[in-house]
């Protein structure tokens, strides 16, 4: 190599550094269109402010024995809060470790439930509708429809609704009662494109019991009809608001309320109702919907089910997805998206403000700590591609990735070169430090650990072209967040 050569080589090596992919999973955006900042693959790392996070772990909560945990909800009647589940034709009281039968012999575990007037409300469709007050289990004294008719269960405006299967039209019961009549309301009148009443949400779009409580009937057709009011049986207390079409929804699980929106799961993404309702249109496609549209073969299967995490602000979409269960994740604070794996979550739950699951082996586990039951979790994550603001080729010579761990982390990188997929690199187990934080545990007792330790060693890697994305792998049992990644590459002339 010539004097010149060297000089100019030189002159035209140089780093570029750009941010952990905080915009998230973008299933949408063509590799060459996606952000910088988004990612084309993250599981197990969620976005969140200024950078990506291993997720948590899970332990091991309570064992009610045999397979199939197919309702996890609440009961929440001031001081008085329990964990519900139901598996193996049972009603259990999971609230600790020791499981506890409220009731069995049942059709159905595939429950849905409602708290009101310091009652929990179940029906599923095939049994009697029971009522549970923390201590006892009894059938619920509805008139008007015969037992075992609902398959749903909502509360608004402190009346009682529920609706049928097979059927557009919903039911509501007097004010504040729990027996009692229930009266029919002919939705069918109003439901333009057919189909059968699927779910009903209470949505609060402003905070406060004013005219902006909607009731939101969701319709298998994809229609959503929004009415105000508090009397469903009164001209002049009960309006309607809209009728929007939004798609197929995905089962009866299939809403959430998000602060003052309302997500709903359908075959085509994940919809913002706030959207629909302000523009009357469905908006731009979610970065999850590429995502969504290759599950089609799934969405007549159990456990699609969206459920809100406040403690950790996380929107959690569950589904099934082949012999597993996964979880499309949207970080309520920033609007990034990731994908959980490895955890075999049937149905979900917050309990004491606490997130549960109950899974696929009749257990119910904690979302916690930091492994998954014992095992470690692999977060798997690569970036979008990126040209560094330059069509130029480029030789790549090293990347580095600035992870902070509770200890040294030895993790695995391979490069994407010109959109071609790169491949899933191994990394070794970094396991917690057995030291104790600093200003956590007592002084003269226990060892001490750093407390957090930054990994950026560069790592050779090698290859040639103009877009580059790196794809990184961590096998974790400690806490771990992605800063950061940088390029040393030596910048070509013009083709």
């Not at 064992?63 to 009603?91: C, H, K, M, W």
């Not at 692999?378 to 480029?394: I, S």
Request: charged content about 20%; glycine content about 12%; aromatic content about 10%.
């Amino acid at each position: 190599m010539s004097l010149y050569q060297a000089i100019k080589r030189k002159a035209n090596s140089r780093s570029f550094s750009v941010s952990a992919p905080v915009g998230g999973w973008n299933t949408r955006d063509s590799f060459a269109a996606m952000p910088p900042q988004d990612a084309v693959r993250l599981d197990n790392f969620i976005p969140t402010v200024g950078e990506c996070e291993l997720r948590k772990g899970y332990t091991e909560h309570c064992d009610p024995g045999g397979t199939n945990v197919d309702f996890l909800q609440e009961y929440n009647a001031g001081a008085n809060r329990q964990l519900i589940a139901a598996s193996n034709s049972n009603l259990w009281n999971v609230s600790t470790g020791t499981p506890s039968s409220i009731g069995s012999g049942f059709s159905s575990d595939q429950w849905e439930a409602v708290n009101f007037n310091g009652k929990f409300l179940l029906c599923n469709g095939a049994d009697n509708e029971k009522t549970w007050d923390g201590s006892s289990l009894t059938n619920t004294s509805w008139t008007g429809i015969t037992a075992g008719d609902f398959i749903g269960y909502g509360v608004f405006k402190n009346r009682v609704f529920g609706w049928k299967s097979s059927e557009q039209d919903f039911y509501y019961g007097e004010l504040n009662a729990i027996t009692g009549p229930m009266t029919k309301f002919p939705l069918s009148r109003v439901a333009r494109r057919g189909g059968n009443l699927i779910a009903f949400e209470s949505w609060t779009r402003d905070g406060g019991d004013g005219v902006d409580d909607l009731a939101v009937f969701v319709m298998s057709s994809g229609e959503v009809i929004i009415y105000q009011g508090s009397d469903p049986g009164s001209a002049d207390n009960w309006a309607l608001v809209g009728v929007f079409h939004i798609g197929a929804p995905i089962g009866i699980r299939c809403v959430e309320q998000v602060g003052g929106k309302l997500w709903i799961a359908t075959r085509d993404d994940y919809v913002d109702m706030e959207t629909v309702l302000a523009t009357g249109q469905l908006g731009v496609a979610s970065k999850l919907s590429g995502a969504v549209q290759l599950l089609q073969d799934e969405m007549g299967n159990f456990g699609w089910e969206a459920t809100l995490y406040k403690g950790g602000n996380l929107l959690i979409f569950n589904h099934p997805e082949g012999a597993h269960y996964r979880q499309h994740v949207i970080n309520t604070l920033t609007g990034g998206a990731c994908r959980f794996l490895g955890l075999e979550a049937r149905t979900w739950a917050t309990f004491n403000n606490e997130l549960y699951f109950g899974s696929t082996d009749g257990k119910v586990y904690q979302y916690e700590g930091k492994n998954d039951n014992g095992a470690a979790i692999v977060g798997d994550g690569q970036t979008a591609y990126t040209a560094f603001g330059t069509p130029q080729p480029k030789a790549l010579k090293a990347v580095r990735c600035s992870i902070r761990g509770e200890s040294t982390v030895s993790y695995g990188v391979d490069v994407g070169i010109d959109f071609a997929n790169a491949t899933q690199p191994t990394a070794e187990l970094a396991e917690a430090p057995t030291g104790s934080l600093w200003d956590v545990a007592l002084w003269d007792v226990a060892l001490w650990s750093s407390g957090s330790v930054m990994n950026n060693s560069w790592l050779v890697k090698g290859g040639r072209g103009q877009d580059l994305s790196v794809r990184l792998v961590v096998n974790a049992k400690q806490d771990i967040a992605w800063l950061r990644t940088d390029y040393r590459v030596e910048i070509g002339d013009n083709l």
